[in-house]
């Protein structure tokens, strides 16, 4: 499928915004901006399949998909009314719905997190990295979270190391790979290159977390009311292309999107299939469990990220994923 690239202008940062092509659309109404973190990213793959395979086409859908640095500068647009829904970690439109922003989650993207940390050759162990610099999404990212968990797991204390901060992974291991970090917390595929290039696994975030979502979809609220059939449209789509991405029989052709559409190597996406199926990365209805939603809430209550009531109520609307 051809995509025509356009940009424009989102507060003070740049963003590519990708018109997929090949998607008919009788008005704005049912065009859907949509944020992603980065570009090229594996945890996008249901998105990915449902514009190759025409599911949202066929609901009538058309998305716009926008590149933004970070999970948080997704928010942050979607806060403003520039993006209509939104993808990344979330810690981040938790945090901003903390503060007044009108989002809501609106389901589940990634149920457990594809990262593994990666270090260079020397460091043998957690141990070895002690006084060394490891590079994360950000101060405030989900990403750092994982770490801490991982590192304390093993002995040592967020003082141990010192951190620094991209918003892809493609970023970060670019970072590892040029030597100019001892650590990184990437993601698939990029761990398979990695391995590949000879650098150091100390292990994955599921070996570690699993009491809390990774990823989901954000909404601006004011958007999603008034566009309500829309909202479900894009929902049913999602679904579809979730059932098609976790049926086997449909893996070579899912492997060959993800190479298509992001520029991964055959064999790293087929690797790739295999680690988010042994995770179980992809749940088909994507509901918002309150419990483990309430567990990441007051996570970051006790890092005082989270001001105001823990009420899961607060930052998930069911009324807005209701049929009714």
Do not use: C
């Not at 090949?22 to 570009?39: E, L, N």
């Not at 049926?247 to 999107?257: G, S, T, W």
């Not at 749940?283 to 990441?296: E, I, P, R």
């Amino acid at each position: 499928m051809t995509l025509a690239i356009k940009s424009f202008v989102l507060s003070a940062a740049v963003v590519a915004v990708v018109s997929l092509a090949g998607i008919s659309v009788a008005s704005a109404d049912d065009t859907i901006t949509i944020g992603t973190v980065g570009s090229g990213s594996a945890l996008d793959w249901p998105l990915l399949v449902g514009v190759e395979k025409g599911f949202f086409k066929n609901d009538g859908l058309t998305l716009d998909v926008v590149s933004a640095p970070s999970s948080a500068a997704v928010q942050q647009q979607l806060a403003a009314g520039s993006l209509n829904m939104g993808t990344g970690g979330l810690v981040d439109p938790i945090r901003a719905i903390d503060k007044g922003a009108p989002i809501s989650i609106l389901r589940i993207e990634a149920q457990s997190a594809p990262y593994e940390l990666y270090v260079k050759p020397s460091i043998k162990s957690y141990a070895d990295l002690k006084g060394k610099t490891i590079i994360v999404g950000g101060v405030k990212d989900v990403t750092r979270i994982y770490l801490e968990r991982m590192a304390e797991a093993n002995g040592l204390k967020p003082t141990d190391y010192d951190l620094i901060y991209a918003g892809a992974t493609s970023a970060r291991f670019a970072a590892l790979a040029s030597g100019a970090v001892d650590g990184a917390l990437i993601s698939a595929p990029f761990n398979f290159t990695a391995a590949s290039s000879g650098l150091k696994s100390l292990g994955t975030t599921y070996d570690y977390v699993k009491d809390f979502p990774f990823t989901g979809y954000s909404v601006n609220t004011g958007w999603a009311k008034a566009h309500h059939q829309a909202v479900q449209e894009f929902l049913t789509a999602y679904v579809q292309s979730v059932k098609w991405l976790n049926d086997p029989v449909n893996r070579d052709e899912a492997d060959k999107i993800l190479v298509d559409k992001t520029g991964a190597k055959p064999d790293d996406a087929s690797k790739t299939y295999d680690f988010f199926k042994k995770i179980a990365i992809y749940g088909v209805d994507g509901v918002v469990d309150q419990a483990s939603l309430g567990t990441l809430l007051h996570i970051l209550k006790d890092l005082g990220d989270v001001t105001g009531s823990t009420d899961a109520s607060r930052f998930y609307d069911a009324s807005l994923v209701s049929k009714d």
